[in-house]
């Protein structure tokens, strides 16, 4: 049974999914599964993402020629637990080996003299961020029970864009070649609005 606006809203976006077609689907997560994910990897689902997850969860899918993950959908039931932690960590991972080659935002104060400390003080800056869940592939969503409608985004390093206003929008503007309803989002997530570029 699923009640509130969250949970409709990831109803409809796991039904989207479903009538295109476009990738195996296997029976939703049960309670039980919730609850060993999010305590083994440290964060809760948004209510949102949980209801879409609980219809039902994708499994496969074609990537892309040179993706990232062979298998984009994050296989939360079962999924090697060290390729999903690798996902799960993968923006933080990939900021911190940017770090470690010399890159750093000002915003975080000025850059530590060594190599260590910066990354020591980058990982420390970005595990205080809001945890971003992965949807698929590089697209993320925040994490947080109670909380849905946040913009779906496409974080690879520091270029993070919008792909979604929301999970429903998202399904559409990913996986429906004829979907041009794509919508204006506002990005309420702090910390990672700051690096999505300004508008004009």
């Known amino acids: 049974m699923f009640t509130g606006?969250?949970?409709?809203?990831?109803?409809?976006?796991?039904?989207?999914?479903?009538?295109?077609?476009c990738c195996e689907i296997e029976d939703g997560l049960t309670d039980a599964?919730?609850?060993?994910?999010?305590?083994?990897?440290?964060?809760?689902?948004?209510?949102?993402?949980?209801?879409?997850?609980?219809?039902?969860?994708?499994?496969?899918?074609?990537?892309?020629?040179?993706?990232?993950?062979?298998?984009p959908w994050p296989d939360w039931r079962g999924g090697d637990p060290e390729a999903l932690r690798m996902h799960v960590n993968w923006e933080l991972d990939f900021l911190i080996e940017r770090?470690?080659?010399?890159?750093?935002?000002?915003?975080?104060?000025s850059r530590p003299s060594t190599r260590d400390m910066a990354s020591r003080e980058a990982r420390r800056v970005l595990l205080a961020a809001p945890k971003m869940v992965?949807?698929?592939?590089?697209?993320?969503?925040?994490?947080?029970?109670g909380s849905y409608g946040h913009p779906v985004l496409s974080m690879w390093g520091w270029d993070i864009i919008v792909y979604g206003a929301d999970l429903l929008d998202y399904i559409g503007n990913e996986f429906d070649r004829t979907y041009d309803d794509r919508q204006q989002a506002e990005v309420t997530v702090p910390f990672w609005r700051d690096y999505l570029p300004t508008q004009a």
């Open 5 to 21: 606006a969250g949970a409709k809203m990831g109803v409809e976006a796991a039904q989207r999914l479903a009538a295109l077609g």
């Open 134 to 145: 992965p949807v698929y592939g590089h697209r993320f969503l925040p994490a947080g029970r």
């Open 99 to 109: 770090v470690e080659d010399g890159e750093w935002d000002p915003r975080w104060g």
């Open 33 to 71: 599964e919730f609850a060993r994910i999010e305590r083994e990897f440290g964060f809760e689902f948004a209510e949102d993402h949980r209801a879409f997850l609980a219809v039902g969860l994708p499994v496969s899918s074609a990537p892309e020629d040179g993706a990232t993950w062979s298998n």
